[in-house]
């Protein structure tokens, strides 16, 4: 199946710095991209949807200026997390749309934001 | 999209057939049931989806009842990797503009030894 690699695994940060995450996709390209959050022993929750050379579309309650989204090419999203605080501590996991149409979601392994 | 209901959880044992029940009695005639899982601290993986046909891969198999209301998903042999909680989720199928996954909260699914 397609692969999606998301870099880093994890990352410990202070608080007030921004972190950087990577999404690309390996062997297809993705014109969109989504964003997700999952805090522990909860389901994921999405974000964003991040489609290639236009703005991010955020969900109810996630703040833009805060989580900056990048979508320059049809292989590659970032997420940008700014001034991050404890309470953005987290598990961040990118997914990109695949299959013959478009029909399935393929996610990378997920970024453990650790803010201190 | 519609909503799902899922068990919390559901024990196996190991090379035992793991049936995982989803009920999405709303569901509207042209959305697609999903199901994917998630392995502890990893991203979720993709298993099947369908519309109304059941299904098979070389993952799994999907059952979907002839009123739509309900499908199940069976592992036909578990293994202990299988551990995972496994999510139901319905959407409007292809690859339309709009597509969007909503995750609930799954069913957690114990395979044991």
């Known amino acids: 199946g397609a692969v999606v690699s998301q870099h880093p695994s994890w990352v410990i940060c202070k608080s007030g710095t921004s972190v950087k995450i990577e999404c690309r996709s390996l062997d297809f390209q993705a014109t969109t991209m989504f964003w997700y959050r999952q805090f522990p022993k909860q389901s994921l929750m999405l974000m964003a949807t991040s489609n290639e050379g236009s703005k991010a579309t955020y969900e109810q309650g996630v703040e833009k200026d805060k989580f900056l989204i990048n979508h320059a090419s049809l292989t590659l999203s970032t997420l940008t997390v700014t001034s991050a605080h404890p309470e953005d501590s987290s598990f961040y996991i990118c997914?990109?749309?695949?299959?013959?149409?478009?029909?399935?979601?393929?996610f990378g392994s997920g970024t453990q934001l650790s803010v201190l | 999209d519609a909503k799902t209901t899922q068990p919390t959880s559901m024990d196996c044992a190991e090379g035992r057939a793991a049936n995982l029940p989803c009920n999405h009695s709303t569901i509207s005639g042209n959305e697609y049931v999903y199901w994917y899982r998630q392995i502890h601290s990893q991203g979720p993986q993709y298993i099947i989806h369908g519309l109304k046909n059941n299904e098979t891969n070389e993952m799994a198999s999907l059952i979907i009842t002839e009123d739509r209301k309900s499908s199940t998903l069976i592992l036909p042999h578990a293994t202990l990797r299988d551990t995972a909680v496994y999510y139901c989720?319905?959407?409007?199928?292809?690859?339309?503009?709009?597509?969007?996954?909503?995750f609930g909260k799954g069913t957690l699914l114990t395979v044991n030894p």
């Open positions: 989720i319905v959407r409007v199928g292809g690859g339309g503009s709009n597509y969007k996954l909503t």
């Open positions: 997914s990109a749309r695949g299959g013959l149409s478009g029909e399935k979601l393929f």
